[in-house]
C-alpha cells in the first residue's frame, strides 16, 4: 500500500484564479513533470464538489431563459445525475458534452460549466449561435468517484480523493454496451435514446507525461474518432472533422498541443459503442493529468490547471461555432493521416 504524500485542499467555487480571456502564469498547459511535488500538495480549489455544482446547475437554470436542468438518473449512491440543455430548434444540428466518466478526471467538468455560464448570458454571439445549433451538456457523470464515495478503499491512491471507478468499482467507459451500472444505463436511455444528437465529445484525463509521437514534447492532449469497424464510414468521417474542429483551435493558441490518442476498438468505450449504436459522430478529447490517481506519473497539481480548462471552454466554443456557421462541413481532415500518436516520456 503507497503512503500518501499529499494534502489536499478542496474548496469551492470556480470563481477565483480563472480568467478565460487570460492567463496569469507562464506556465502553459504542457510545464515540466506532474507538477505537485513542489510543496507536496494538490489543490483543487478550481474543483466544485457535487454539492456546490448542483448549487451552481439549479442558480443557472433560476437566473436564465435559455438553460434548462433535468435529471435524468441517479447514481449507485443515490446522487442526482444532471443534464443541462440549451434547445432552441428540434430541427437544428444537437452537439452533447459529456465529461467525467471517470471520477478523478476533474477538469473538463470545470470546463464544461464555464461554457454553461457563457451559455446562459444575454451576449448577441451566443444567442445566434443558440438559435443555429441545440447543446447539451452532461456534467460528471461518475458522480460518486469524483466524490471518493466508494464501497472500495482509496488508500493506495495519491490523495484518497477521487477514483476512476463508480461506487460498484466499475469503469464507466467500459459499460456502454452492457449498461450493467446505473449512470451508463441513465445516460443511454434518457440522453442518447431520447434526444436526436448528431455529435458528442466525450472528454476525459490522460498521464501528465504523454508526449508528441516518440519525441520528448510532452502534450496537453490526445484525441480520437471512433475506431470500432461497426461503425458507419460516414459517422466515422463526421467524427474527424469534429476532431479537425478541435485540433485546429487548440494548436492555434500557442499553450498546448494535440496527439493521436492510442486507444481501443471495443464496442463497450463509450467513442465506439456510441457512434455504433446511435450513428452519432463522437470524439474522445482527453486532457493532460488527473486530480488523483494510484500513479504518481498520472497525477497533475495545480499549475496547469487554469490552461487546462481553458483548454476544454475553446475547445467546446469551436465546435459550437463551427457546426452553427457549418464551417465544420468544409474542414479539411487529412491532419489525422500525419498527427503523431501519444508516446510516453521516459520510454523507449
Known amino acids: 500500500m503507497k503512503k500518501k504524500v499529499t494534502q489536499v485542499v478542496i474548496s469551492g467555487a470556480l470563481g477565483t484564479a480563472l480568467l478565460l480571456g487570460g492567463v496569469a502564469a507562464p506556465v502553459g498547459a504542457v510545464g515540466e513533470g506532474p507538477n505537485y511535488n513542489g510543496n507536496e500538495t494538490i489543490k483543487n480549489e478550481r474543483l466544485h464538489t457535487y454539492e456546490e455544482m448542483v448549487k451552481f446547475l439549479k442558480k443557472i437554470e433560476s437566473r436564465s431563459n435559455v438553460a434548462e436542468l433535468e ?6 449512491k443515490s446522487r442526482d445525475l444532471y443534464l443541462v440543455k440549451f434547445m432552441s430548434d428540434p430541427a437544428n444540428p444537437t452537439i452533447l458534452f459529456l465529461t467525467q466518466q471517470h471520477g478523478n478526471e476533474t477538469l473538463t467538468t470545470e470546463g464544461a460549466l464555464k461554457l454553461i455560464q457563457h451559455l446562459s448570458s444575454n451576449n ?12 447539451l451538456i452532461a456534467p460528471r457523470l ?6 471518493g464515495d ?11 480523493t477521487h477514483t476512476r471507478y463508480n461506487a460498484n468499482e466499475a ?10 451500472q446505473p449512470e451508463t444505463k441513465a445516460f443511454h436511455e434518457n440522453i442518447l435514446q431520447k434526444y436526436n444528437i448528431d ?8 498521464g501528465a507525461l504523454n508526449t508528441l509521437g516518440d519525441s520528448d514534447q510532452l502534450v496537453s492532449g490526445s484525441i480520437l474518432y471512433p475506431t470500432n469497424p461497426q461503425v458507419d464510414p ?3 468521417e463526421k467524427s474527424k472533422k469534429l476532431g479537425a474542429v478541435l485540433y485546429n ?9 494535440l496527439s493521436k490518442y492510442v486507444g481501443g476498438t471495443a464496442n463497450n468505450i463509450g467513442r465506439n459503442g456510441i457512434a455504433s449504436q446511435y450513428n452519432i459522430a463522437t470524439l474522445l478529447f482527453e486532457m493532460r493529468g488527473m486530480a488523483d490517481h494510484y500513479r504518481d506519473d498520472y497525477v497533475l497539481g495545480q499549475k496547469s490547471n487554469g490552461y487546462l480548462i481553458k483548454q476544454a471552454v475553446i475547445s467546446m466554443e469551436a465546435a459550437l461555432k463551427a457546426i452553427a456557421d457549418g464551417s465544420i462541413e468544409e474542414i479539411d481532415t487529412s491532419f489525422w493521416d500525419s498527427l503523431p500518436k501519444s508516446g510516453k516520456k521516459g520510454e523507449e
Open 142 to 147: 461518475n458522480v460518486d468517484g469524483a466524490e
Open 234 to 236: 460516414a459517422v466515422v
Open 124 to 135: 448577441k454571439e451566443v444567442k445566434e449561435i443558440l438559435s443555429k445549433v441545440n447543446v
Open 150 to 160: 466508494v464501497n472500495f478503499s482509496l488508500d493506495d491512491y495519491v490523495s484518497g
Open 171 to 180: 469503469d464507466l467507459n467500459r459499460d456502454h454496451l452492457d449498461l450493467a
Open 71 to 76: 435529471v435524468y438518473g441517479q447514481s449507485v
Open 199 to 206: 455529435y458528442l465529445i466525450d472528454f476525459h484525463h490522460q
Open 249 to 257: 483551435t487548440v494548436e492555434a493558441r500557442g499553450f498546448g498541443t
